[in-house]
């Protein structure tokens, strides 16, 4: 993978014709739009706020190379707004990442939590019905825990409790897994389908010759 994306990197500034041939559709990594912070409900997180501000910075140009697929449009802004208690560690909104100051108080190292959310901001998906709250979820940690905290241990999965519906890093593992046995492609072109709305199910069987249910049996029997 690193030569392809030497290979596109060296190209200048057009997009590549034919996105369809790389795995990551744009290599030519997008720059990440002004990023702001907001501590006003809560200023002692301004250093915290600082630290994540830098890592968006960094890290949107790489979320972008993985997953932002034709059609992306990076919002203008990026917004961080870290608020004293809401009620879940953090969400996304548009462009807005709104985060808990209490979850960050507890969880100072929490920055991987940023890059999720950042995730979901590139995703971004226009909300059709055919799309599964579970895989986007499982994507945004797919990003998380495999691109973003490869060196973190790695979340256990119990293979006859848990499903790949079950979203977060259950989904992530089982979609690592897949991507790696079967085909490094298979997460861009899910986010890709999702863009545009569609059911992306299908796309397990189509790029892996296996459909969901039967690649999620093939990942738990590898954990005995
Ligand atoms: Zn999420």
């Known amino acids: 993978m690193f030569a392809l994306l030497l290979t596109a990197s060296l190209i200048p500034t057009q997009a590549p ?75 996304a909104n548009g462009g807005t990442i709104t985060i808990s100051g209490k979850w960050i108080t507890q969880h100072p190292d929490d920055l991987g939590m940023v890059v999720h959310e950042l995730t979901h901001v590139v995703q971004s998906y226009p909300g059709s019905k055919s799309t599964p709250g579970w895989l986007v979820e499982g994507i945004a940690d797919y990003i998380r825990w495999w691109r973003y905290e490869p060196e973190a241990p790695r979340p256990k999965v119990d293979p006859v409790k848990s499903k790949y519906t079950d979203s977060y890093r259950t989904t992530a593992a089982w979609l690592a897994w897949t991507s790696r046995k079967y085909n490094m492609g298979l997460v861009p072109a899910l986010d890709r389908s999702m863009r545009k709305g569609e059911d992306p199910m299908p796309l397990f069987e189509q790029l892996t010759g296996k459909n969901a249910d039967d690649l999620w049996s093939e990942f738990a029997a590898s954990f005995k």
């Open 17 to 91: 014709t034919d996105l369809k041939k790389f795995v990551y559709p744009l290599e030519i990594a997008q720059k990440a739009p002004r990023v702001t912070v907001d501590v006003s409900d809560f200023p002692e997180s301004k250093a915290w706020g600082d630290a994540a501000k830098g890592l968006v910075e960094t890290w949107f140009p790489t979320v972008c190379s993985l997953l932002a697929t034709e059609g992306f449009h990076p919002p203008k802004e990026i917004k961080l707004v870290i608020k004293k208690e809401i009620s879940a560690p953090a969400w």
